[in-house]
């Protein structure tokens, strides 16, 4: 296995918080698909969801090294979530694009939070 990238993110809970109270709908459709949006209003306290998965994509836009903007998108990346708990990355668009072109057959993401804080790392490799 290569390692293509790697990358790291860390998200105050309370500012997605605030873009969610002041920008509601919006924010959520510019930033999330509807699986994300779905799992994590059902949660108790959407806001750490919302941020764990905020921080996942801008780890894995990292890893790619591109950011988010042109070449990768915040529709272009799902983060979901196994039966047994483990999230993973469902690509899309570009990020499937992206994903072929640099060879990425392997694409591990983890995330964490707590009411204040948000955390991803993700790691991306071929075979």
């Known amino acids: 296995m290569k390692i293509v990238g790697t990358g790291v993110d860390i998200v105050e809970t309370q500012r997605v918080a605030e873009s969610l109270e002041k920008f509601g709908e919006r924010f959520l459709r510019r930033c999330f698909l509807p699986g994300e949006i779905a799992y994590c209003q059902a949660m108790r306290y959407p806001a750490p ?3 764990a998965r905020f921080a996942a994509k ?3 836009s990292k890893a790619f090294g591109t950011g988010i903007g042109r070449q990768l998108g915040w529709q272009d ?3 979901a979530k196994r039966a047994s708990g483990e999230p993973f990355i469902v690509w899309h668009g570009k990020g499937a694009e ?3 072109a640099r060879g990425v057959t392997v694409a591990l993401v983890s995330l964490a939070h ?3 804080y948000a955390v ?3 790691i991306l490799a071929t075979d």
């Open 77 to 79: 990346m799902e983060i």
């Open 98 to 100: 992206l994903a072929a």
């Open 114 to 116: 707590t009411q204040e």
């Open 58 to 60: 801008e780890a894995i």
């Open 120 to 122: 991803a790392h993700a």
């Open 49 to 51: 969801h919302f941020a």
